[in-house]
Nanobody, 119 residues
Framework: QVLLVESGGGLVQPGGSLRLSCVASGLVISQYDMSWYRQAPGKERELVASITNTGERTAYADSVKGRFTISRDNANNVVALQMNSLSSDDTAVYYC????????????WGRGTQVTVFS
């Protein structure tokens, strides 16, 4: 079976940092574009960052540019999100997403990890 499992969330002080990880199993991760989404209370899910299947290109939401960095390690089936200079606006459940690079209808989601920025 295919699984995406997020980890690394938690409570962090404003201005602090967290590193989220997503470990994939049951698929060849190099065939998937990977993304991080988040959903805050009372808000719609938004795309935070994405990276192409072999890491050639990355993209970020305007709200996180310069603060967040997405990366991947295909050999170990891992995608990560380094988050710096966190503020309360970053509080959300963060989800890992994989979409097949050639057949985009094939898509998988993790169950999410909570990030709370609070003093």
């Amino acid at each position: 079976q295919v699984l995406l499992v997020e980890s690394g969330g938690g409570l962090v002080q404003p201005g602090g940092s967290l590193r989220l990880s997503c470990v994939a199993s049951g698929l060849v991760i190099s065939q998937y574009d990977m993304s991080w989404y988040r959903q805050a209370p009372g808000k719609e899910r938004e795309l935070v960052a994405s990276i192409t299947n072999t890491g050639e290109r990355t993209a970020y939401a305007d709200s996180v540019k310069g603060r967040f960095t997405i990366s991947r390690d295909n050999a170990n089936n891992v995608v990560a999100l380094q988050m710096n200079s966190l503020s309360s606006d970053d509080t959300a459940v963060y989800y890992c997403n994989g979409r097949h690079f050639d057949c985009g209808i094939i898509e998988y989601w993790g169950r999410g990890t909570q990030v709370t920025v609070f003093s």
